[in-house]
């Protein structure tokens, strides 16, 4: 009995810093909108700079005197650098297309990770035990560290802080009204802008004091941020966007599971929220405590763009692109025309993420899922069956398109970041299986699985690649103008509308995002033969989060900007990757003014800039 | 055998020129620099101070300087793949060298056998790589997952300890050490019982529930297989909570300073690990490494310093013995290339194109306020391969070829 105890207390205390970053992502959130990529850097900061902070005053205080201040300021550093990041960025694209503000956050993603590296260096960092909590004390027989009994408590004290702060000041009434309704909350004379740079703030100190509260129980390391930041999405997905109480629920949901999970099924331990929160979400669509109705004003709402045939001139510009790519291994070099290829394939990828995401404004964060599930089965094919890879190219879209109907009927019952959690949630359970079972090959892949020779040199894979994926833009393209894409954009537009004039939304929804799992799993096999191998990071977060940087970059408006992010985008960061270990801030850097200078995307962006330039003339 | 005669002959026909052609040796090298840099950065100053030293007593073949063209892969395998064919076809590299990631050695090993270049990977530790996936054209350094787990079996058989639990990553590496482990242990010590299994996800270990599962099971030992982040979250808590006391730990790689130094002061007394006590192995030839090395670098060398100053010394050997860069005429020179590493001597096994460098076994110990290893003692990889015959059977027949 002793030991289950011990385990719930476990729970408890990891349900805590759950609940400290859950709660800050979900504030700034249920007021700015923001999914912000970045809170587990803000996190992975506060560890870092509670280290250095505790440790400077330690040498000079003594311990309890250095260690809790050092703590506290820490949290609140972090906040100022939050603020800071909305202030000098969020801040000057709240008018660009929601979920635009997701690519900044992760140009942040990535400055954070170099700067961190480069101020506190390679190695980890082991703070000593918080003064004054050092030891264990003996609950029925089983020794259980003073400090976890710590973070039980401050999790319930943080919580009523925040009822306080949110129920009984105006401030909190001022949010509260925000979360409603921004734009009525404005129209009624409260400064926003002051309100949004506060609320980051304060999510941003949240997230700096989970990080900071984080320095007893492990090594600070530089890897702190990303595993944060999933466990974080899904607790307040579980709890309902924007809710505070069901942020704390659902991380002492998480905690407990995660504990008993580890008594019960060891080997599970990775698979296991997501289990639970693909649960909920079936359910309960918009989290154990969310409000149904929230989903209509989420970052799934793609502004209602217009779109056009392709005219005289775009087409021609089409022809000439394609003659120039066609002429590539005649002029270029091997490398280039693998780089080519490279692009080619991601450019299908990212335009099949585009199709659910901004023609079906369906928000996906595992669009991997497909991809990857189209490498594997080409992969499987050719190494356990030794079939052809014509076999294998035919076999992966048809397979990732079942396994895509099949997800996507739960999956389009949703939307916004719900949507795009479930979404998340299939691809790591997918991920996870490629990762931990043997006959996937595990972490250590499938090798070997090169084209035949018909297809084998640099230059034929390059021009097959090139036919099958011009070809799949061109279907994608057509569906766009056929009446099933424009009953899509309808059901994006006003899903009740669309409706009432006899389209069926979800079954258009369901179509689409069986179609877009299609085309992302050829991608996923055209990769897989251009690699040789496959391994489980193409079923991984990363890769999601590149598609959905290619299509944000490219502009989500356009239907030739995924095309323009794949090859903007992939060509940056293997140029900078060749040159400096130090890539990331680099391209983070990139991002960040690409997003400041191109708001709607690069294609959108001068698409918008060359109307103008129509108009004034 | 016309291959070898071809080249043979070719050789002759460029022994004049090469005198006056003093065209750089490249060297196409790939490791995962930006992702974790804690073991990559001390592996690249190790083979940077190699470079340095076989150029400074005037390169190979006559006066041929040894150049490095280095990439980043970014912990992923894809992005491995691409470099290993950029340094191939733009860069035209005589052989590729490196990775630290496993699946990443994998793939690089890939574009080896199919482009018909030499490959000596350098950190990798699966066991895959030298056997069900070996090639002919890929050879491996370090000491594998099978090697670290036949060490430390070795000692644990010694041991009392009837009961174990075992906890370990839930991916490859984690997996078949725990396997190899197990499989040795059964064999040496038919009454040992394996009792509890733990499976953290890497990076995502969580200590006070592991904990409490482990020793819920009550073992008599441990067999831990966690490192990094996962490793000082276990120590801390296991610490606190008591698990390590009055039980046998036997622990992967934990000995190495890259995963002992951040432990500082709750480094668990007695533990059973491999690893590398820098500071006291004392012959010359070590001595004078670490000397070089902190005076090139102001830091003093992890395991991944040696592993990379060891790797491109072997590869400067090979060629020197080859007398050329010709793919083919580097495999048979380094097949049974026998050289001296900072460790002792040293052999690339013809059998399975993997090295007999050890490591040092030895028990965790606290002083100062750091982990030190104790009662080490350095332990030949030779000893601890399978029979030739198991290895046969496990390695693809034209890997030997």
């Known amino acids: 009995m002793s030991v289950y105890l011990s385990q719930a207390l476990g729970g408890l205390s990891h349900a805590a810093t759950l609940f400290l970053v859950a709660s800050g992502l979900s504030i700034i959130f249920g007021v700015t909108r923001i999914v912000n990529f970045a809170h587990g850097s803000l996190y992975m900061l506060g560890a870092y700079c509670a280290y250095s902070f505790s440790q400077f005053l330690m040498a000079k205080l003594g311990a309890p005197l250095g260690f809790w201040p050092g703590v506290v300021l820490a949290a609140l550093a972090v906040g100022l650098v939050g603020a800071l990041m909305e202030v000098a960025l969020l801040r000057r694209i709240y008018h660009a297309p929601e979920l635009f503000q997701l690519l900044a956050t992760f140009g942040v993603v990535l400055v954070v990770q170099d700067a961190t590296l480069a101020i506190w260096g390679r190695e980890d960092l082991l703070s000593p035990r918080a003064p004054g909590f050092r030891g264990v004390v003996e609950i029925f027989g089983e020794r259980f560290p003073q400090y976890h009994l710590l973070l039980i408590c401050l999790g319930p004290v943080v919580l009523g802080a925040l009822w306080l702060l949110f129920n009984r000041t105006r401030w909190g009434t001022l949010v509260r009204a925000a979360t409603e309704d921004r734009e009525m909350t404005s129209a009624l004379g409260v400064n926003q802008r002051r309100l949004f740079t506060s609320v980051v703030l304060l999510g941003s100190t949240l997230a700096g004091l989970g990080g900071a509260l984080q320095i007893p129980n492990e090594a600070v390391n530089l890897q702190m941020d990303i595993s944060i930041i999933v466990e974080a999405f899904v607790v307040v997905v579980i709890g309902g966007m924007g809710s505070i109480v069901g942020a704390f629920v659902a991380a002492l949901l998480v905690g407990e599971i995660s504990a008993f999970g580890i008594l019960i099924f060891p080997r599970l331990t990775l698979v296991l929220p997501f289990l639970v929160m693909a649960l909920v979400l079936v359910v309960r669509p918009y989290g154990l405590l969310g409000k149904p109705g929230d989903e209509s004003r989420g970052p799934a709402q793609a502004p209602g763009t217009h779109l056009v045939p392709a005219g005289r001139y775009l087409r021609r510009a089409g022809v000439a692109a394609l003659l120039a790519l066609a002429l590539v291994p005649a002029f270029a070099g091997e490398y280039a025309q693998l780089l080519v290829t490279d692009i080619l394939i991601l450019a299908l990828f990212a335009t099949s993420l585009h199709f659910i995401l901004g023609i079906g404004g369906l928000v996906s964060f595992g669009h991997a899922a497909w991809f990857g599930v189209g490498a594997y089965a080409a992969a499987l094919l050719l190494a356990k069956l030794a079939a052809p890879i014509s076999m294998g190219l035919i076999a992966a879209p048809l397979v990732a398109a079942a396994l895509a109907l099949v997800f996507g009927w739960f999956c389009i019952r949703l939307s916004g970041v719900y949507l795009a959690m479930l979404t998340l949630a299939f691809a790591q359970i997918l991920w996870s299986l490629a990762y931990q079972s043997t006959w996937t090959g595990g972490d250590n892949g499938i090798l070997g699985i090169w084209p035949s020779a018909w297809a084998g040199s640099p230059a034929r894979y390059y021009y097959l690649t090139l036919t099958l994926c011009v070809a799949s833009l061109l279907v994608l393209r057509r569906a766009v103008f056929a009446p099933f894409g424009y009953a899509l954009r309808a059901a994006r537009d006003s899903a009740l509308r669309a409706e009432a004039t006899g389209i069926d939304v979800r079954r258009s929804q369901w179509l689409a995002f069986t179609l877009a799992g299609a085309f992302a799993g050829l991608a996923g096999a055209l990769h897989a033969f251009h690699k040789g191998s496959v391994f489980p990071n193409v079923l991984s977060i990363p890769q999601s989060i590149d598609a959905l940087v290619m299509v944000l970059l490219g502009g989500l408006e356009t239907l030739t900007g995924p095309v323009a992010g794949a090859a903007v985008y992939h060509f940056l960061q293997t140029q900078i990757m060749r040159s400096t270990e130090y890539w990331r801030v680099i391209l983070g850097s990139v991002i960040l003014l690409l997003v400041l200078v191109f708001p709607h995307g690069i294609v959108g962006s001068l698409r918008r800039l060359s109307a103008a330039g129509w108009k004034t003339r | ?401």
């Open chain 2, 1 to 401: 055998m016309s291959k070898p005669t071809w080249g043979a002959a070719l050789a002759i026909l460029a022994l004049p020129v090469s005198g006056a052609d003093n065209k750089p040796i490249l060297i196409g090298e790939i490791s995962s620099y930006s992702t974790v840099p804690a073991f990559t950065v001390p592996y690249r100053n190790g083979w940077q101070m190699a470079v340095e030293e076989v150029n400074a007593a005037g390169g190979l073949l006559g006066g041929r300087r040894l150049e490095v063209v280095s990439r980043d892969d970014g912990g992923k395998p894809d992005d491995a793949t691409r470099n290993a064919q950029e340094l191939l076809s733009s860069q035209k590299v005589d052989l590729l060298a490196g990775t630290f990631l496993s699946n990443v050695g994998l793939a690089v090993s890939d574009i080896a056998l199919r482009n018909r270049v030499l490959f000596v990977a350098a950190e990798p530790l699966t066991d895959a790589l030298v056997w069900d996936k070996g090639n002919r054209y890929t050879f491996r350094l370090r000491p594998s997952t099978y090697m670290q787990a036949a060490m430390l079996a070795e000692e644990a058989a010694k041991l009392p300890a009837r009961t174990w639990a075992t906890v370990a990553p839930n991916y490859e590496y984690g997996q078949s050490a725990v396997a190899n482990f197990k499989e040795l242990m059964r064999a040496k010590r038919p009454d040992v019982e394996f009792v509890a299994e733990q499976w953290p996800a890497l990076g995502k270990l969580e200590a006070g529930a592991t904990i409490q599962a482990l020793e819920a099971a009550k073992p008599d030992a441990i067999f831990n297989v966690t490192f990094g982040a996962d490793l000082t979250k276990f120590v801390r808590e296991g610490n606190l909570r008591g698990l390590f006391e009055g039980r046998a730990v036997v622990s992967m790689l934990t000995g190495e300073p890259e995963y002992l130094d951040p432990l500082k002061d709750e480094t668990p007394k007695g533990w059973i690990v491999t690893g590398y006590p820098w500071d006291q192995v004392k012959t010359t030839v070590h001595q004078r490494f670490v000397q070089a090395y902190a005076k090139r670098y102001s830091e003093t060398p992890r395991l991944g310093s040696v592993v990379g100053y060891t790797t491109f010394m072997a590869i400067a050997d090979a060629i020197r013995k080859a007398g050329s860069t010709d793919t083919e005429k580097l495999i048979g020179a380094f097949r049974g290339l026998k050289f001296e590493s900072v460790f002792g001597p040293v052999t690339f096994r013809a059998l399975d194109q993997q090295s007999t460098l050890g490591a040092f076994v030895g028990r965790l110990d606290l002083r100062d306020g750091r982990g030190v290893m104790v009662d080490w003692r350095y332990v030949d990889g030779k000893d601890y391969m399978p029979p030739d015959a198991v290895v046969r059977k496990r390695r693809p027949a034209e890997a030997m070829r």
